[in-house]
């Protein structure tokens, strides 16, 4: 199984443009989340979805878009990219039940300069 | 709403030597608890978790961690540590609502660098 996949690996922006960051996981889970890490902070929840349809805020919206495809994908867009958002992405998913912990992508590297 | 205090930034230790990392959460019911470790450029991979039980929980790699309710603890331990375990370790609390997605927050993380 390739368990969680994120693309692309590494991204470079000028400020003002978009894109959009792509994951898909194949473990048929029900939970999908977006999370950036940046140095010192941690890793802050941007936005969640419980379910195919859904998608609720986290702790950072500000600035992104998410769209739950369908149950295996999970995107993650910046309509006008800022230099605060020069981060590394991280997707995760999550089996219902809450003693299954998290599995996450191996992440994006975005730049915004 | 639920936090995560990792005290320490940055740990050194000599390989062979025993490791403790620790991890303080607030949470206003029983928590779901896990520590994660992850190697420069990659993902997070999950070393062990409590959510019920012995508070006393091992994982993967030879890690350990204990929960202590009343010091709202739950720090990871190995008896003697690898060169290979030179990584970031993340602590992270869960909150669990009926019909609704879990939600995990994250410490800001603990620096594990080994000596030879």
């Known amino acids: 199984n390739a368990g969680v996949t994120q693309t692309p690996k590494f991204q470079v922006l000028k400020t003002g443009q978009s894109m959009t960051l792509q994951c898909a996981q194949d473990?048929?889970?029900?939970?999908m989340y977006w999370y950036r890490q940046d140095p010192g902070m941690g890793l802050r929840l941007i936005y969640y979805?419980?379910?195919?349809?859904?998608?609720d805020k986290g702790e950072v919206p500000n600035g992104y878009n998410v769209s739950r495809l369908n149950k295996r994908e999970f995107s993650l867009r910046l309509e006008s990219a800022a230099p605060s958002q020069t981060s590394v992405y991280f997707c995760?998913?999550?089996?219902?039940?809450?003693?299954?912990?998290?599995?996450f992508g191996s992440g994006t590297r975005l730049t915004v300069v | 709403a639920q936090s995560v205090t990792q005290p320490d930034i940055h740990i050194t230790v000599s390989e062979g030597a025993s490791l403790e990392l620790r991890c303080n959460y607030s949470?206003?019911?029983?928590?779901?608890l896990f520590w994660y470790v992850q190697s420069p450029g990659q993902g997070l991979q999950l070393l062990l978790k409590?959510?019920?039980?012995d508070t006393l929980v091992q994982g993967i790699k030879g890690f350990e961690a204990e929960f202590k309710r009343s010091q709202s603890s739950f720090n990871l331990r190995k008896p003697s540590v690898h060169w290979s375990d030179a990584a970031e370790y993340f602590c992270?609390?869960?909150?669990w609502g009926t019909g609704t997605a879990s939600k995990l927050t994250f410490g800001t993380g603990t620096r594990l660098q080994v000596t030879l």
């Open positions: 995760a998913s999550n089996k219902d039940g809450g003693e299954y912990g998290y599995t």
């Open positions: 473990m048929n889970h029900n939970s």
């Open positions: 979805s419980a379910s195919e349809g859904t998608t």
């Open positions: 949470y206003g019911a029983t928590p779901y």
């Open positions: 409590y959510f019920s039980g």
């Open positions: 992270a609390v869960g909150a």
